[in-house]
């Protein structure tokens, strides 16, 4: 009788599974990668009296793995989402020539919960909430260093266009709260604390299953 059950449940799963909301199997599983472009918002970004501190964007990676589940009105959409932010961390004083930089890397892995809906069976809008699995953040150059603890929780809004098993999607991504970022001036200079805000707008192309 056990195996009679076990059997039968899951059957009506794989069947679940394969038939279609519309030509949809009811839940996909796929991977997504792509191109992020953050900011990092420093907050009173005064060092001291001559020089103040900027990060200027780069150019960054994001990618990661993806289920959908298919029912009536809406999907659900949970992830688990690297990205690899880089920017250009520098100290900007009067004289440019005395300006220092040094390459940051932000690495986060987030797990993203979006909830959205379809229109003319190809068009994908969503929101959620995301949360961080972890975030390691640096920069150590020579004469200029900073660490970053970024905020658990954030937002995602999200709209895609599904062209069979290839989606394409376009998202902005923010962290509720201020990051605690740290930076250093100098070998053996001084450190100071700021108020930074990480987001991140990106584009890419997934596969679904």
């Given amino acids: 009788m056990k195996k009679f059950l076990l059997t039968s449940t899951l059957l009506c799963m ?19 990668a792509g191109l992020a472009y953050p900011t990092l918002d420093i907050k009173n970004p005064s060092f001291d009296a001559t020089t103040s501190i900027q990060a200027d964007r780069k150019v ?11 029912i ?3 999907f659900f959409q949970p992830e688990i989402i690297f990205t690899a932010n880089r920017f250009d961390l ?15 890397k ?3 892995w987030d797990v993203p919960v979006i909830v959205g809906t379809k229109f003319l069976s190809i068009v994908r809008v969503g929101v959620g909430p995301t949360f961080r699995l972890s975030c390691t953040g640096s920069a150590q150059g020579d004469n200029i260093g900073s660490s970053i603890v970024v905020p658990e929780t954030g937002y995602i809004g999200n709209i895609g266009i599904d ?3 290839l989606n394409i999607d376009a998202r902005y991504t923010g962290y509720f709260g201020k990051a605690d970022q740290m930076v250093w001036v100098g070998a053996d200079g001084p450190a100071k604390q700021f108020k930074s805000s ?4 990106s584009i890419s192309l997934g596969l679904l299953f």
């Fill in 14 to 32: 794989l069947a679940l599974n394969a038939s279609a909301i519309g030509g949809i199997k009811l839940i996909q599983m796929g991977v997504r």
């Fill in 163 to 165: 062209l069979g098993k």
């Fill in 60 to 70: 960054s990676f994001t990618g990661g793995f993806v289920a959908r589940i298919n």
């Fill in 90 to 104: 520098k100290a900007v004083t009067q004289d440019p020539n005395n300006n220092i930089s040094s390459t940051m």
């Fill in 106 to 108: 932000i690495n986060t």
């Fill in 198 to 201: 990480l987001s991140a707008f």
């Fill in 72 to 74: 009536p009105v809406v």
